[in-house]
């Protein structure tokens, strides 16, 4: 912060040095502004006067710090200005110079209090503190019943006197005015000189720009330029209050110089009004069909995902709802030559010994049971039923997560007197449609067969389970194995048991109990292989792997959905920074840095994108909530990826946004200005 000595009016303020501004025009150099020297000394209020195109606006937008000079140099309280970088040249366009434009330059969607306030919003001050001290400044401006009025509702004196409070809003030491009574009548031009006349007697050091000869006289130097040169400096009639330089030297160390230090720029509440008002409010519609691809990309993903997780996890609970943990070794039932052929080389098919082996081998084995179906006619009363006959050992119930729900189950006498008893399945016990199936006689291949039980109803729905080999125990009809044994006829050379079924312990067991079983096995049946190993967990996994390419390609779509998005994010952003860049250039010359502007756009980008985001995640959410209610499809909505999506969102705004946001804070700040 240069701390202008303003004591010693004798040492300039600023100091211009064969100062020269060029423009390339085609072929032709225009030269703007052409080696001009030029000193200011502290309490000047200096005239500069020329006719159109002499070079005086160009003159003002240097000492504003609001251009570059192609060669020279500007001194400011001995800085070589040139030496500065952004963040420096910025805060001194903050604090210490108030620039007055011709046109007004105010924002036309901030009240007038809003601009007022702008230039303190660059130097760190905050909420309530700002407005307090913008009402007082536009109030001692005259604007005291217009503070919460916008521009377009204001006349051309209020907007200037708006755009002069601006400028004194931070109490800087210099002022500069570019024509600020050009575009004004005469009365209400007198009006404004006197608030600069004023502003000069309290000790302010102002340059203005004029057409008028009139006011050419009232400085206290008037200075003629023609053609990008000074060609006069020639005192003017008023003279300069030593007293009130030296007051407001005074001064200086407090006021608007003290909380300059640290924490300028737009904080994150500033950030997000601007984002509110400028990114989704200004233009509902074309902003609404900017976010559709991100809203659209987020809602797909989630809404796909929440179904594909919802059935995949339903398939497993089923899978479990079967007995979990579950290995089944089911005997090939080979027939005729191949039959034999297993036989002579020394295989005898699947019996209970290989279990008995297997409990001895595995202790991750915590039930086993064996199963032989059989092909019998079942007759009650008469009229044949179609049941799946099974007879069982073991554990049968526990491994297959089974329960009796009335009458018993087979108990130990049943097995050793290989008692001619039954229990049957929910849905056979339906086909018995009798109050009371226990007691019931069935013939199974013509043997009298007396129900002792009912097993519980398993609500299965095997279509989505069709590839784990799975079938509906409601159609069972389960005797005691041993039963089956000695009284049904033996087949001569078939195995004797068509199925070992293995509950472990846990399911992490699943993939090395497989091996073990396999290696167990290959010693009894000579290395045989009349035995298929199922594992019904293991199967559903190997049939949601092959659909993961499903979830890919959604995933994919919705990435190329949300990229669709960020594409027109940044074309709605750059479209933005066009139509915006005068706003750029205010911003600019009231104090923003580069990284005020690209923060701004940027956080306008984002907003729009994080918009996108939540809305999809809700429409999502609402979607699958409704219509697997309605359809009872069962949903898991899964938490990382919710997030995954916003962060995905929020990072596209990010990545799309930051071209955008570079060009709008790379705009040189007076052509921003110039930009009609
Ligand atoms: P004044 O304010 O005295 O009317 P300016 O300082 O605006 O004059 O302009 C001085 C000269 O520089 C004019 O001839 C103008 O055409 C030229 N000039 C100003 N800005 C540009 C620019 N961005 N590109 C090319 N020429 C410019
Ligand atoms: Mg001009």
């Keep these: 912060m240069p701390q202008y000595d303003l004591r010693d009016v004798n040492e300039p303020i600023i100091k211009v040095r064969t100062l020269c501004r060029h423009y390339q025009m085609g072929g032709t150099t225009v030269k703007a502004l052409d080696c001009v020297d030029f000193d200011v000394h502290p309490g000047d209020f200096i005239m500069v006067v020329g006719s159109s195109g002499s070079g005086k606006s160009t003159l003002m937008h240097l000492i504003g710090l609001l251009d570059q000079p192609t060669s020279g140099c500007l001194l400011i309280d001995g800085d ?5 970088r952004d963040g420096r040249l910025s805060r001194m366009r903050n604090r210490s110079i108030g620039f007055v434009f011709q046109q007004f330059n105010l924002l036309n969607d901030l009240t007038i209090t809003e601009n007022v306030a702008l230039s303190q919003v660059y130097c760190g001050r905050r909420g309530e503190d700002r407005r307090t001290r913008a009402r007082a400044c536009a109030a001692e401006l005259g604007l005291g019943d217009r503070l919460t009025h916008l521009p377009s509702e204001l006349s051309g004196g209020q907007l200037q006197r708006t755009a002069i409070a601006r400028a004194l809003v931070n109490d800087p030491r210099l002022i500069l005015a570019d024509e600020p009574t050009g575009n004004l009548d005469s009365k209400t031009s007198r009006e404004i000189m006197g608030i600069f006349h004023e502003l000069h007697d309290r000790g302010h050091t102002i340059i203005m720009v004029t057409h008028d000869p009139d006011l050419a006289e009232q400085g206290t130097r008037k200075v003629t330029m023609s053609d990008g040169q000074i060609v006069s400096d020639v005192p003017g009639r008023k003279t300069i209050d030593q007293a009130a330089v030296g007051e407001l030297a005074a001064s200086l160390g407090g006021g608007a110089s003290e909380d300059t230090g640290e924490g300028g720029g737009l904080g994150f509440f500033d950030l997000l009004r601007i984002g509110v008002r400028e990114g989704l409010m200004a233009h509902r519609m074309r902003t609404f069909l900017t976010m559709l691809g991100i809203i659209i990309g987020v809602s797909s993903v989630i809404a796909m995902s929440s179904f594909s997780l919802g059935s995949k996890k339903k398939q497993e609970d089923q899978i479990r709802e079967l007995g979990a943990n579950l290995v089944r070794v089911i005997d090939k039932r080979l027939e005729n030559e191949r039959l034999t052929e297993a036989r002579m080389s020394g295989s005898n098919g699947l019996c209970r010994e290989d279990l008995a082996l297997l409990r001895t081998n595995i202790p991750a084995i915590e039930r086993a049971a064996c199963v032989r179906e059989i092909k019998l006619n079942v007759l009650h009363r008469g009229r044949g039923i179609n049941p799946r006959v099974l ?23 049943d097995t050793l007197l290989s008692r001619k008893v039954a229990v049957v399945g929910h849905g056979i016990a339906g086909q018995l449609n009798q109050e009371g199936v226990i007691g019931e006689k069935l013939l199974l291949g013509g043997t009298p067969y007396t129900v002792v039980g009912v097993l519980a109803d398993k609500n299965i729905d095997l279509e989505e389970l069709e ?7 409601n159609n069972d009809l389960l005797v005691p194995l041993e039963t089956l044994l000695t009284r049904t006829a033996h087949l001569d050379l078939r195995s004797e048991i068509d199925e070992i079924q293995l509950q472990l312990e846990s399911e992490e067991f699943l993939h090395t109990a497989g091996r073990a079983i396999k290696r167990v096995l290959g010693v009894t049946h000579q290395g045989v292989s009349d035995y298929d190993l199922v594992i019904p967990m293991d199967l559903l996994k190997q049939k949601h792997q092959a659909q993961r390419l499903l979830d890919i390609l959604t995933i994919c779509i919705s990435s190329i959905s949300i990229v669709v998005g960020g594409i027109g994010i940044m074309n709605i952003m750059l479209a933005s920074v066009t139509e915006r860049i005068r706003e750029i250039g205010i911003r600019r010359a009231v104090g923003a840095t580069r990284s005020d502007i690209l923060y701004q756009f940027l956080s306008e980008s984002m907003l729009i994108s994080i918009t996108g985001g939540i809305v999809g995640v809700a429409l999502a959410l609402a979607a699958v909530f409704s219509i697997g209610t309605v359809l009872e499809i069962p949903v898991v909505f899964s938490m990382p990826l919710l997030g995954i999506a916003v962060v995905a ?26 930009y009609e």
């Design 467 to 473: 590839a784990t080999s799975i079938s509906d125990p």
């Design 391 to 413: 007879g069982v050992s073991g554990e049968y119930l526990d491994v297959n997560n089974l329960r009796v729900s009335s009458g018993r189950y087979f108990e130990r006498d």
């Design 649 to 674: 969102s929020t990072v596209t705004g990010l990545v799309f946004g930051l071209y955008p946001a570079y060009q709008a804070a790379n705009k040189n700040p007076v052509d921003a200005l110039r």
């Design 80 to 84: 070589d200005m040139a030496q500065c």
